[in-house]
Structure formats: structure tokens, C-alpha cells
């Protein structure tokens, strides 16, 4: 059992350091300066001494570091400099961006780094602490570290999935890009359901949604299904020409996702490149519109920009 301390208690640091907690381990002081943060620590850690981030490190024989991504690197050199942290002491970051590399100043040190990011979205409640149970966690560790770092998220009640240094990047954009994402979309869909006058559109959403994401988990493309992949050239026109009057700012999400699909049918056999073709020109037509409504668009922001 391992004394441990966490730097940044927002909704990762507070929730893992509270599962921990409930695992054996001792949480000996937390730093927050938000009043969220102190909140959550007083919440979900009950009784543990609210410190800085420097007198965190110093009690601590394991050392949480859920700061923002940004941060994380400038935290590290600032508790290092401060002669905060020690040989021997171990340094874990949550950052599904960062590997070892981002600690290169707790490595100087002598400590020990480790990089375990839980692939989960937070509320920062006692809510989490049921869903960490069969949470994969990006884990990148020496070979001195990987016991340790295997032993924690079995406290975690997660499954320890290992990340290559050069590959923690890709595989945070991968997270990021399907559950950030994600939220925007349905978020989308809602407000286009709403305008055309469903009074509850998260529920008419949630079974489709739902039947959608357990068929896409478990079939890949081929759950793919609808007016692409089908090729109804006229039934996107129309969506796009509805879009364009109710729901303008969906226009290029609309056409980029749009697109994607459309490739990725062809691909797999199921779109005929004429189809398709006809297809990718109505979202051309579609997109230079809205390009004419709203404004010359940045380059960097239109759907398949190289």
C-alpha cells in the first residue's frame, strides 16, 4: 500500500485518488486551488489535508499528477526545481497526449515515471467510481514500472492496455476524436430533431444511437447504413437543403462526415464510384453555399483539407 498524493483534483485526479483510497492505499494530501476542486476533495476525500502542490509531493511516496495537458510539463520541472520530489518516488501523469518524455525532469531526479491514462469521460462524483470497473487505461511505463503500474489499475479495477512512447499521441487523438466528437454530433442531431418539432429528442436518439455505437463497436463499417451508403443522391440534396435552412452551422460537419462515409462504402464495395461521385458534388455544391452565406471559410477548416 503506497502513500499517495495528488496534484490537480479535478474530476480525474479526485475520482482515481478516491478509488485508490478505497483499494487499501493511504491518500495523505491533495492540491486544488479551484473552489470545484476543493469541493471534490471534500467530497470523494473526506478528511485528507489540503495542501500545496509542492507539500503534496513532499508526503507523498506515489504522486498523482492530474494536471492539464499543458500544464504537465511545467508542474513536473516546478516540483522538481522545488526539490519536491525525490529518488526513488514514484510519479504517475493521466495524460492520454503524454508518455514518459513529458516527466523527463522527474526522471533527472531519480524518481520513477509513469503514464496511465484512463479511457473514460468524468463527472468528477462518486458517479465514476462504479464505471472505473473494466475501464481500459493507456498505460506507457519502463520495464522497472510496468509490475507497479499493472498492480494500480488492478486497484483501479481496470484492464491495462500498454502504449508505446511514439504512439500516446495517436492514441489520445483516436479517444478524443470518438468520444469528443461524438458529443458534438449527437448534440447536432438533437437540435435538428428539435426544430423539427420532437418534444424529447434525447429520446428519440437514444436507441438509435445506441443500436448504432454496439453494431459500429462490433462490425466496424459494415454497420454502416442510410442514404450514403445506400447512394440516394436526392435524399442527401435534401437533407443538405434543409440543413442549410435550419440547423446553417451543421452544414460543414454535415458534409465532412458525409464524405468520410461516402469513401468509406466505396471502399468496402457497398457505394458505386458513380454514386459516390454524384454524391461527393452535392456536398461540394453544398458547402460552397454555405461558404457564400457565411463567408470565405479557412482553409484549415474545410471537410478534407491537406
Known amino acids: 500500500m503506497a502513500r499517495i498524493g495528488v496534484v490537480g483534483a479535478g474530476r480525474v485526479g479526485a475520482v482515481l485518488s478516491a478509488a485508490l483510497r478505497a483499494a487499501g492505499h493511504e491518500v495523505v494530501a ?3 486551488d479551484s473552489a470545484a476542486s476543493r469541493s471534490r476533495i471534500a467530497d470523494l476525500l473526506p478528511g485528507v489535508e489540503v495542501a ?4 503534496v509531493a513532499r508526503s507523498c511516496d506515489l504522486l498523482l499528477l492530474t494536471v492539464p495537458d499543458d500544464m ?3 508542474v513536473a520541472t516546478t516540483l522538481v526545481g522545488a526539490g519536491a520530489i525525490r529518488p526513488g518516488q514514484v510519479v504517475v501523469h493521466t495524460s492520454g497526449r503524454h508518455g514518459l518524455a513529458v516527466l523527463h525532469a522527474v526522471s533527472a531526479a531519480g524518481a520513477r515515471p509513469i503514464a496511465m491514462h484512463p479511457a473514460m469521460t468524468f463527472t ?17 511505463a519502463g520495464p522497472e514500472e510496468r509490475r507497479l503500474a499493472e ?3 488492478t486497484d483501479l479495477r481496470g484492464v ?3 502504449v ?5 499521441t495517436l492514441y489520445h487523438a483516436g479517444l478524443a476524436h470518438g468520444a469528443n466528437h461524438l458529443v458534438t454530433l449527437v448534440n447536432q442531431a438533437m437540435e435538428m430533431l428539435a426544430a423539427s418539432g420532437a418534444e424529447d429528442p434525447a429520446a428519440v436518439l437514444r436507441p438509435l444511437l445506441t443500436a448504432a455505437l454496439d453494431n459500429a463497436l462490433s462490425a466496424g463499417d459494415a454497420a454502416l447504413t442510410g442514404p450514403i451508403v445506400r447512394g440516394d443522391v436526392r435524399t442527401v440534396r435534401d437533407h443538405l437543403r434543409e440543413i442549410e435552412t435550419s440547423a446553417p452551422t451543421t452544414v460543414p460537419s454535415y458534409v465532412a462526415m458525409a464524405r468520410a462515409t461516402a469513401e468509406r462504402a466505396m471502399l468496402d464495395g457497398r457505394l458505386l464510384p458513380i454514386r459516390a461521385s454524384r454524391i461527393v458534388g452535392v456536398l461540394d455544391d453544398a458547402l460552397a453555399r454555405h461558404r457564400g452565406a457565411t463567408g470565405a471559410t479557412p482553409a484549415h477548416l474545410l471537410p478534407g483539407h491537406r
Open 164 to 168: 508505446p512512447e511514439d504512439k500516446r
Open 160 to 162: 491495462a492496455m500498454w
Open 124 to 140: 468528477g462524483t462518486e458517479v465514476d467510481l462504479d464505471r472505473l470497473a473494466g475501464c481500459v487505461f493507456g498505460v506507457t
Open 72 to 74: 504537465l510539463d511545467n
Open 151 to 153: 498492480a494500480l489499475v
Open 30 to 32: 491533495a492540491a486544488g
Open 52 to 55: 500545496k502542490p509542492t507539500a
